[in-house]
């Protein structure tokens, strides 16, 4: 058992435990077995579609290109077509409903083995949702966001038509903007349309050839591909683990850039206030003091964090009480605890700035949509307490309340989990590759909506089930979830 706790327990004001349990002996030969079994009757389906005695559905190479350079023959797309089609029904499912506690969803057959799907015409109903990141329950069609929204579509429509420095700054936008700087704490913040470009096209505007990206390495697809864009040169640091950051960092500063040793121009250090497929959370004070001690930047990602940690919904610096003004560049998205899309940037005038003159994202997409940003602003003040009333208060305790239940419900039932206790993501732990599909089915098969998870996103033996609790959630449908028979292989054996 794998139980990460505080190595410099001065800087926290609260105790700090993330359990990570290895991969019991048994069940780890078990799920090699099954990949190997799966992999080798793979290469005899891909040996009968070669000789035309099973018909082929993916794309490869027409015959006068066989002597090119092959696209379509790398392992993703082995595993692709042998593996994630056998259980491709547990994806992608159309949702006919607000995305809430519950959800409807469009029924659907496939008659050649998830190749392709046909609507039935029929609707699941209230089947309970446990795969949104709706942290604070506000993706709702009803209630005060909504009916902001209404007016906001009413008074701007739905599109802009421009960018942010052409025609499309609208006194929304700044408004949103001063909110989202006063809700963070920072001197000034700008919004963008796209969570996953705030990352993507951020990232290269602050750093560039002659900078050092020291990354974790389970950070999020966004902030890997901002890194791999910005042209820097990126160092991977082991996940959450101080050790392995500040050698990087001494490295960094005694060596500095490789053949011509000259001092880095930039060193950003980037980290997520939760890592969305661990259920982890970033140890802030001890990344702070690290960064304070060689001189580096602090990127901050709280796309899963904002609206969910802390005793203010203010993500995770608020949760471990710290200065906002400790993180250089303060990143959050809006599509989760804010039941909406797009992401924002928070930091000094001087960052914000520079940005609205160098960022791609600002200069070249679209503006935010003019209801999304209601959505966001009146969610906000709610959390905020600016409406005048305890709802934003309630519904953060709520979350923090089922969170802590649910998570203990699992663990005492014996089933591995990941992550740290106050995470509303909660990682469980499947392994074996038939229990993706099996797992996903049994569920909707008692009303239950899950994400189940494989690789290439997990490692290729870490298969699990990934719930994602809200608010919204009543404890009645917290039990439900929890208590549905599901095969002991993935249980301790807690006697």
């Known amino acids: 058992f794998n139980q990460n706790v505080t190595h410099n327990s001065s800087l926290y004001k609260k105790p700090f435990a993330e359990s990570f349990e290895e991969t019991p002996l048994l069940v780890a030969v078990l799920t090699y077995m099954g990949y190997g079994i799966l992999t080798i009757f793979g290469y005899l389906r891909d040996f009968l579609r070669h000789w035309s005695i099973e018909k082929c559905h993916v794309a490869r190479e027409k015959e006068e290109q066989k002597d090119f350079v092959p696209l379509y023959q790398d392992f993703e ?5 042998n593996l994630y089609m056998r259980i491709r029904d547990n994806w992608n499912r159309p949702i006919c409903s607000v995305p809430g506690a519950k ?6 057959v496939s008659h050649d083995y998830n190749w392709t799907f046909e609507h039935t015409g029929k609707v699941v ?4 949702n446990m795969g949104s990141y709706n942290y604070l329950g506000f993706a709702e069609n009803t209630g005060a966001c909504a009916d902001a929204a209404i007016e906001a579509t009413e008074k701007y429509g739905v599109g802009v038509g421009s960018t942010r420095c052409e025609i499309g700054n609208l006194d929304i936008h700044e408004e949103l903007e001063q909110l989202v700087a006063r809700f963070l704490g920072v001197e000034s913040s700008m919004a963008f349309g796209m969570g996953f470009a ?12 002659g900078c050092l990206i020291l990354s974790d390495e389970l950070n999020h697809a966004s902030l890997v591909l901002g890194a791999r864009l910005s042209g820097s040169t990126i160092r991977v640091f082991k996940h959450n683990n101080m050790q392995s950051l500040e050698k990087l960092l001494r490295d960094a500063i005694a060596h500095g850039q490789p053949r011509t040793h000259r001092p880095w121009k930039k060193i950003l250090i980037v980290v997520e206030g939760i890592y969305s497929m661990e259920g982890s959370i970033v140890r802030l004070p001890e990344v ?3 960064k304070k001690r060689y001189k580096a930047y602090l990127y ?4 899963h964090s904002i609206g969910a940690l802390g005793p203010n919904g203010r993500g995770v610096v608020d949760y471990f009480g710290l200065d906002p003004k400790d993180v250089d560049i303060m990143m959050g998205t809006f599509t989760k605890s804010f039941g909406a899309a797009g992401g924002y940037i928070g930091g000094k005038q001087e960052l914000i700035d520079y940005l609205r ?10 503006s935010m949509s003019p209801p999304v940003a209601q959505q966001i602003i009146t969610s906000m003040r709610i959390i905020m307490g600016e409406d005048g009333t305890t709802l934003g208060v309630d519904r953060i305790r709520q979350l923090s309340e089922n969170t802590t239940y649910f998570r203990r419900e699992l663990r005492e039932m014996g089933f591995i989990i990941y992550g740290n206790d106050d995470s509303p993501v909660v990682p469980m732990m499947l392994y074996m590759p038939a229990k993706i599909g099996a797992f996903g089915r049994e569920m909707l098969k ?3 909506g899950t994400v189940v998870v494989g690789f290439p996103a997990t490692p290729i033996i870490e298969s699990r089930a990934r719930f994602c609790i809200s608010a919204a959630h009543t404890r009645e449908m917290l039990d439900t979830v929890s208590h549905p028979v599901i095969s002991p292989i993935t249980v301790r054996n807690t006697k």
């Open 103 to 108: 959800m409807d969803l469009v029924e659907r």
């Open 288 to 290: 702070v003091a690290l």
């Open 300 to 303: 901050l990602d709280e796309a």
């Open 125 to 128: 109903k209230d089947v309970i």
């Open 446 to 448: 008692r009303n239950i």
């Open 198 to 209: 705030t990352n993507s096209m951020n990232i290269p505007a602050l750093t560039g050839k």
């Open 357 to 366: 003159r160098h960022s791609h994202s600002a200069l070249y997409a679209t």
């Open 77 to 81: 797309n082995f595993y692709t077509r």
